[in-house]
């Protein structure tokens, strides 16, 4: 893989120093850790001779958006399982459902009820029943074939960073990075949902111990937002000319620089923050934001 871009981001607080790994970039459309995640999968299911991709997510999903892509470049049929039966017939009212839809992705829309028993035995059963066999990618893509392809973000030119920050969801990217880096290095993971469940998942795939979770930047939930933030986002795009998305690298780096702030690093450090992309899902949620009349994401527009 080609080296990817890494921005000094602009700062001046107890000589600490910032940089942005731009992951977002790796790809137009499977963008971030999502691109890291699927790799090895798709490996993986051309070498059971899979010709179909089954997978599952919300109605913003950056995982869905990423499947969808992938299978049209690399040739696998794909099949979604979508979290929201009332989705159904708002597919062209949803930017990332439309998008899915274009690159060929079959949708099966589900009750929040049923989606819940996505993993177990008999609920995958009645799926094969219906399509046939296929590549079961889990949502959010994490798995340990996910976890490798992360393993791959950081590089030994890294060295020189003390911490390593990522946004969390379901934990296979921190995961990753989290077995590569040195004993000299900390990762720190900001959570863009509320749960605890996390930690436990994270150490499934966890090799060592140089990590910490920060809790306190979800902004009240997964998908939850306030103008604070996307002041912030639209605020760092201008000094930065870095994009931001509102569900995952915005909350990371709202963290960050609060905290930075509030002197938690030490005097010195050298801090790594990883884009993990996402920006696809900034026209969904300006559609939201625009329908509550409240401020948007700019540089989108
Ligand atoms: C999916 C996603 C994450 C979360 O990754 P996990 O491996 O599920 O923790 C973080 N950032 C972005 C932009 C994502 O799309």
Not at 25 to 30: A, D, G, K, T
Not at 207 to 210: F, K, S, W
């Given at each position: 893989m080609q080296e990817i871009l890494t921005q000094k981001i602009l700062l001046s607080h107890n000589n600490i120093s910032v940089f942005i790994r731009?992951?977002?970039?790796?790809?137009?459309?499977?963008s971030g850790n999502k691109f890291r995640k699927l790799k090895y999968n798709l490996v993986q299911a051309k070498l059971e001779n899979q010709e179909t991709l089954l997978t599952f997510g919300g109605a913003f999903s950056n995982h869905i958006a990423a499947v969808a892509y992938a299978g049209k470049q690399y040739g696998f049929k794909t099949i979604g399982i979508i979290r929201g039966d009332e989705l159904e017939s708002k597919i062209f009212e949803n930017p990332t459902l439309k998008f899915a839809q274009e690159c060929g992705m079959q949708f099966k829309f589900v009750t929040r009820e049923s989606y819940?028993?996505?993993?177990?035995t008999h609920f995958i059963a009645n799926l094969k029943h219906e399509y046939g066999d296929f590549y079961l990618v889990p949502e959010g893509g994490t798995n340990k074939f996910a976890v490798k392809g992360c393993e791959e973000i950081l590089s030994r030119n890294d060295s020189e960073y003390n911490y390593i920050c990522t946004a969390v969801g379901t934990g296979g990217t921190i995961s990753g990075i989290i077995n590569s880096v040195l004993p000299h290095q900390k990762v720190l993971g900001f959570p863009a949902l509320k749960g605890d469940f996390l930690k436990e998942d994270i150490r499934k795939f966890a090799?060592?111990?140089?990590w910490t979770l920060i809790?306190?930047?979800?902004f009240g939930g997964y998908g939850k937002v306030n103008p604070e933030l996307i002041a912030f986002i639209n605020q760092f795009y201008l000094e930065n000319q870095v994009p931001l998305d509102p569900i995952y690298t915005g909350k990371m780096v709202f963290g960050v620089m609060d905290l930075i702030n509030k002197n938690y690093f030490p005097e010195n450090s050298k801090i790594l923050l990883i884009h993990?992309?996402?920006?696809?899902?900034i026209a969904g949620m300006n559609l939201k934001l625009k329908a509550k009349q409240l401020p948007i994401i700019a540089f989108n527009e």
């Open positions: 731009r992951e977002d970039l790796i790809h137009p459309f499977i819940r028993h996505k993993t177990e090799r060592n111990q140089n809790n306190e930047y979800h993990t992309g996402g920006l696809q899902g």
